[in-house]
């Protein structure tokens, strides 16, 4: 997130990595990447060490008890995966440790870019999808339901009048509901149609933002989406199952935003553009 997180202090984060998964650390530097959580870099005497994260449980995506189980996947699949970046144990054994309302976890620092080439993480992707399952990873379920549509009208006759976005966001769901039900009863159709005894170890969001290169290849890092999934979760064809799930998700998570208390922030001013563009693309 571009803002700072209200739920935790910068002192609150420094103080946990400490305890929980390096002493030496000495600093911890909040950083305006990725949307949904928010990270830090933790260093010690000027060397990056670690990469932290902390997460806001999310009803119907994530618990603690989902977090915790697909970091620890993540975990057991690097062991045989080179390129999987699992988060570091903490002190207590667990992955995940409580700070207010979320949870914080750390992975390694990694040094390197974005790949220039887009289809580089297929290689890997392959392998991840060949690989056993770990346990306890959860298995895919609709992010949304069937009635999500008629949900969402039912928050419209009342004015989301608690920011400056609300009204515009409230108009741009009325004026695509119609699109909104189409989009929900493919969703649901094409994943009535999956087979779970096909399904295989799934990233979830293998995008260009989790992925770096490095002096040895390219990895993959945000493990907190790792699912017993189809294939094609990883792979997201345009007006397949995933991609409607991700569009799907995006304006339930964005009306959720706007139709409550929020600001004019650089986070907020995302928010509006990545709802509108969901609608219209």
């Given at each position: 997130?571009?803002?700072?997180?209200?739920?935790?202090?910068?002192?609150?984060?420094?103080?946990?990595?400490?305890?929980?998964?390096?002493?030496a650390v000495d600093r911890?530097?909040?950083?305006?990447?990725?949307?949904?959580?928010?990270?830090?870099?933790?260093?010690?005497?000027?060397?990056?060490?670690?990469?932290?994260?902390?997460?806001?449980?999310?009803?119907?995506?994530?618990?603690?008890?989902?977090?915790?189980?697909?970091?620890?996947?993540?975990?057991?699949?690097?062991?045989?995966?080179?390129?999987?970046?699992?988060?570091?144990?903490?002190?207590?054994?667990?992955?995940?440790?409580?700070?207010?309302?979320?949870?914080?976890?750390?992975?390694?620092?990694?040094?390197?870019?974005?790949?220039?080439?887009?289809?580089?993480?297929?290689?890997?992707?392959?392998?991840?999808?060949?690989?056993?399952?770990?346990?306890?990873?959860?298995?895919?379920?609709?992010?949304?339901?069937?009635?999500?549509?008629?949900?969402l009208a039912e928050r419209?006759?009342?004015?989301?009048?608690?920011?400056?976005?609300?009204?515009?966001?409230?108009?741009?769901?009325?004026?695509?509901?119609?699109?909104?039900?189409?989009?929900?009863?493919?969703?649901?159709?094409?994943?009535?149609?999956?087979?779970?005894?096909?399904?295989?170890?799934?990233?979830?969001?293998?995008?260009?933002?989790?992925?770096?290169?490095?002096?040895?290849?390219?990895?993959?890092?945000?493990?907190?989406?790792?699912?017993?999934?189809?294939?094609?979760?990883?792979?997201?064809?345009?007006?397949?199952?995933?991609?409607?799930?991700?569009r799907l998700d995006e304006?339930?998570?964005?009306?959720?935003?706007?139709?409550?208390?929020?600001?004019?922030?650089?986070?907020?001013?995302?928010?509006?553009?990545?709802?509108?563009?969901?609608?219209?693309?």
């Amino acid at each position: 997130m571009n803002e700072p997180s209200v739920g935790i202090t910068d002192a609150g984060v420094l103080a946990l990595v400490r305890a929980h998964w390096d002493p030496a650390v000495d600093r911890v530097e909040h950083l305006p990447v990725g949307f949904g959580a928010w990270h830090w870099r933790a260093s010690a005497a000027g060397d990056a060490r670690l990469f932290v994260t902390y997460d806001l449980p999310k009803p119907g995506r994530h618990t603690a008890k989902t977090l915790e189980s697909a970091y620890a996947g993540a975990a057991a699949l690097h062991e045989g995966l080179e390129f999987v970046v699992p988060p570091v144990r903490a002190s207590g054994g667990r992955f995940t440790v409580p700070a207010g309302d979320g949870l914080l976890s750390a992975t390694p620092w990694v040094a390197g870019e974005r790949p220039a080439v887009a289809d580089g993480v297929r290689p890997l992707l392959e392998r991840l999808h060949a690989t056993t399952p770990p346990a306890r990873i959860a298995p895919w379920r609709p992010l949304v339901g069937p009635l999500f549509s008629e949900a969402l009208a039912e928050r419209l006759p009342v004015a989301w009048d608690q920011g400056p976005f609300g009204e515009r966001a409230r108009e741009a769901i009325r004026t695509a509901l119609s699109e909104i039900t189409r989009w929900t009863a493919t969703y649901h159709r094409l994943g009535a149609a999956e087979d779970p005894a096909t399904w295989v170890t799934t990233h979830g969001e293998p995008h260009e933002h989790n992925q770096l290169l490095t002096g040895t290849g390219i990895v993959l890092v945000d493990w907190d989406s790792l699912k017993l999934a189809p294939a094609d979760r990883d792979v997201r064809a345009p007006g397949g199952l995933f991609d409607l799930e991700w569009r799907l998700d995006e304006i339930d998570q964005y009306a959720t935003w706007f139709a409550g208390p929020h600001g004019d922030t650089e986070d907020d001013r995302e928010a509006i553009a990545g709802l509108e563009a969901e609608l219209t693309r």
